[in-house]
């Protein structure tokens, strides 16, 4: 009896390694670097001088350079390896920072984030497909809501600390800082694996990842979700009225807060036995959560409804974001990990562009309540298809 015990029951791998531990140093780099700014630039453009629509294309110009360079990241990784694709995408995301600490120019705002996002993207792909490769298959939910903590420690407080600290000491010390920040990374690529992806092939390629519903599937709905994180990171600071300030702040703290626990929890659950199926099952929760939590956001004169908003979103948002990576990760062998991880993050920044684009000219027209209402109702529909009968 014991020995079927032993049998039916394996050890579990171990989770934390050194090599994840010493990836984790370039992850909180990248994490601290990115969203000190994210919130940040678009006030400072404002300050600028730029109009509100302006304000909204920086967020645009930094993910659709991410789109852009998504695609072509697989193809770096094959031909230098996973350090030095690293090493560059380290340097595109902190040497830009500096320089916006070091001039004033709307002109250097826009070129700054173009080559902000174009690096997060490299270290999005060949980070997120090196990062599973040091987790086992066997605990890949619970280990990318791990990845989840640890990158989303320094989101939640880097986020509204950009907004806080650029109020009150100016924008050069965070630019300088999410500059440090980034290149500080660097002093631990040495000791990482020097991976290199094999998805140049047709059959493991992004393009074959774009034509597999398998994965376009989870990542077209996931992207709906990130359409409303560009559109709250990007404009929430600016829906409340100045005296409202803190709440803004506030609510950009539990959004994020919010999402690691919703990550967390999915990863717990998809770890089990047969859990895969179940955490498909909680995408749609998350999206309708999420959609949810958009719709309190639109009452941005009720403090309250603003904060409850963003943990409600959050929470959902979280859940989407663990269920979609875990699933696609699943999906393919582990030569296409660098595909699949582009595809997601194609997802990702491709919503995040487009949902700060079209809610900036949208809120010209009917106002910051009003764009929140409309968005909430995209989110609401973006889940019909899966929920219609006869669909899976």
Same mark, same amino acid.
């Given at each position: 009896?014991?020995?079927?015990?032993?049998?039916?029951?394996? *050890?579990?791998?171990?989770?934390?390694?050194?090599?994840?531990?010493?990836?984790?140093?370039?992850?909180?780099?990248? /994490?601290?670097?990115?969203?000190?700014?994210?919130?940040?630039?678009?006030?400072?453009?404002?300050? *600028?001088?730029?109009? #509100?629509?302006?304000?909204?294309?920086?967020?645009?110009?930094?993910?659709?350079?991410?789109?852009?360079?998504? +695609?072509?990241?697989?193809?770096?990784?094959?031909?230098?390896?996973?350090?030095?694709?690293?090493?560059?995408?380290?340097?595109?995301?902190?040497? +830009?920072?500096?320089?916006?600490?070091?001039?004033?120019?709307?002109?250097?705002?826009?070129?700054?984030?173009?080559?902000?996002?174009?690096?997060?993207?490299?270290?999005?792909?060949?980070?997120?497909?090196?990062?599973?490769?040091?987790?086992?298959?066997?605990?890949?939910?619970?280990?990318?809501?791990?990845?989840?903590?640890?990158?989303?420690?320094?989101?939640?407080?880097?986020?509204?600390?950009?907004?806080?600290?650029?109020?009150?000491?100016?924008?050069?010390?965070?630019?300088?800082?999410?500059?440090?920040?980034?290149?500080?990374?660097?002093?631990?690529?040495?000791?990482? =694996?020097?991976?290199?992806?094999?998805?140049?092939?047709?059959?493991?390629?992004?393009?074959?990842?774009?034509?597999?519903?398998?994965?376009?599937?989870?990542?077209?709905?996931?992207? /709906?979700?990130?359409?409303?994180?560009?559109?709250?990171?990007?404009?929430?600071?600016?829906?409340?009225?100045?005296?409202?300030?803190?709440?803004?702040?506030?609510?950009?703290?539990?959004?994020?807060?919010?999402?690691?626990?919703?990550?967390?929890? /999915?990863?717990?659950?998809?770890?089990?036995?047969?859990?895969?199926?179940?955490?498909?099952?909680?995408?749609?929760?998350?999206?309708?959560?999420?959609?949810?939590?958009?719709?309190?956001?639109?009452?941005?004169?009720? =403090?309250?409804?603003?904060?409850?908003?963003?943990?409600?979103?959050?929470?959902?948002?979280?859940?989407?974001?663990?269920? #979609?990576? #875990?699933?696609?990760?699943?999906?393919?062998?582990?030569?296409?990990?660098?595909?699949?991880?582009?595809?997601?993050?194609?997802?990702?920044?491709?919503?995040?562009?487009?949902?700060?684009?079209?809610?900036?000219?949208?809120?010209?027209?009917?106002?910051?309540?009003?764009?929140?209402?409309?968005?909430?109702?995209?989110?609401?529909?973006?889940?019909? +298809?899966?929920?219609?009968?006869?669909?899976?």
């Amino acid at each position: 009896m014991t020995i079927q015990a032993d049998v039916a029951a394996p *050890a579990r791998p171990p989770l934390v390694t050194r090599p994840l531990l010493i990836r984790f140093v370039s992850v909180i780099g990248t /994490a601290t670097s990115f969203y000190l700014l994210l919130s940040a630039v678009p006030l400072y453009a404002r300050s *600028a001088g730029a109009s #509100t629509g302006l304000a909204g294309l920086t967020t645009t110009a930094l993910t659709l350079s991410s789109v852009a360079a998504y +695609p072509v990241t697989p193809r770096l990784m094959a031909r230098y390896g996973s350090r030095a694709v690293l090493a560059g995408g380290l340097l595109a995301l902190g040497l +830009p920072a500096l320089a916006l600490a070091a001039w004033d120019s709307v002109g250097l705002i826009l070129v700054a984030c173009v080559v902000r996002g174009a690096g997060f993207a490299v270290l999005c792909v060949a980070g997120g497909a090196l990062t599973v490769s040091l987790i086992p298959a066997r605990r890949r939910g619970e280990g990318l809501a791990l990845v989840g903590l640890v990158s989303g420690i320094p989101s939640v407080a880097a986020l509204p600390l950009g907004v806080w600290l650029a109020g009150h000491f100016g924008y050069r010390p965070v630019f300088a800082a999410g500059g440090l920040a980034a290149l500080a990374g660097l002093a631990s690529l040495p000791w990482l =694996p020097n991976t290199r992806s094999t998805t140049t092939t047709r059959a493991d390629g992004m393009l074959a990842a774009l034509r597999n519903p398998a994965l376009v599937r989870p990542a077209a709905l996931f992207s /709906a979700t990130t359409m409303a994180v560009g559109i709250i990171v990007t404009f929430l600071p600016l829906a409340v009225t100045r005296a409202d300030a803190n709440v803004a702040a506030l609510a950009l703290l539990v959004q994020p807060a919010a999402a690691i626990a919703g990550r967390w929890l /999915a990863g717990r659950h998809g770890d089990r036995p047969g859990g895969q199926q179940r955490s498909s099952a909680l995408l749609v929760p998350g999206v309708l959560a999420a959609a949810v939590g958009v719709l309190m956001l639109s009452l941005t004169a009720v =403090p309250v409804a603003v904060i409850a908003g963003a943990a409600v979103f959050g929470l959902g948002f979280g859940v989407g974001q663990n269920v #979609t990576q #875990t699933v696609m990760y699943d999906r393919v062998p582990e030569s296409a990990y660098g595909a699949s991880s582009a595809l997601w993050n194609l997802a990702y920044d491709g919503g995040m562009g487009l949902g700060a684009a079209g809610f900036g000219l949208l809120a010209l027209h009917v106002g910051y309540p009003i764009a929140f209402v409309l968005v909430a109702a995209i989110l609401a529909a973006a889940v019909l +298809p899966a929920i219609l009968p006869g669909r899976r």
